[in-house]
Nanobody, 128 residues
């Protein structure tokens, strides 16, 4: 059973930055494909970014160029660096994982039903 724990959320002003972390309990983070999702009342659940163990990445169009997903396999930790934050980025952010499948082989890569394990979330609030 994979256990995921997010941290790093908080409140920032528009244009600011935050870095989210997600620690995993799996035997090796490199055996998984991992992703960040967010949920807000306005947009519902959205896939934000994903990464596989070959370091292939995929991003939601509205965050591309502002957010960076990365994985430190030795620390079993997934990161999401968020720069130039906007009020519309306000949401609860979740990390998710599944047994390794190359992102290119997934039907979407940022769809919630493609992932098996989920963390409890960390809140990000961006004020204008």
């Amino acid at each position: 059973q994979e256990r995921l724990v997010e941290s790093g959320g908080g409140s920032v002003q528009a244009g600011g930055s935050l870095r989210l972390s997600c620690t995993t309990s799996g035997s090796t983070a490199s055996s998984y494909t991992l992703a960040w999702f967010r949920r807000s009342t306005e947009a519902g659940r959205e896939g934000v970014a994903a990464i596989d163990s070959r370091s292939n990445t995929k991003y939601k169009a509205s965050v591309k160029g502002r957010f960076t997903i990365s994985l430190d396999a030795a620390k079993k930790t997934l990161y999401l660096q968020m720069d130039n934050l906007k009020p519309e980025d306000t949401a609860m952010y979740y990390c998710a994982s599944r047994r390794y499948v190359p992102l290119a082989a997934m039907a979407h890569g940022l769809a919630g039903e493609e992932y098996t394990y989920w963390g409890q979330g960390t809140q990000v609030t961006v004020s204008s």
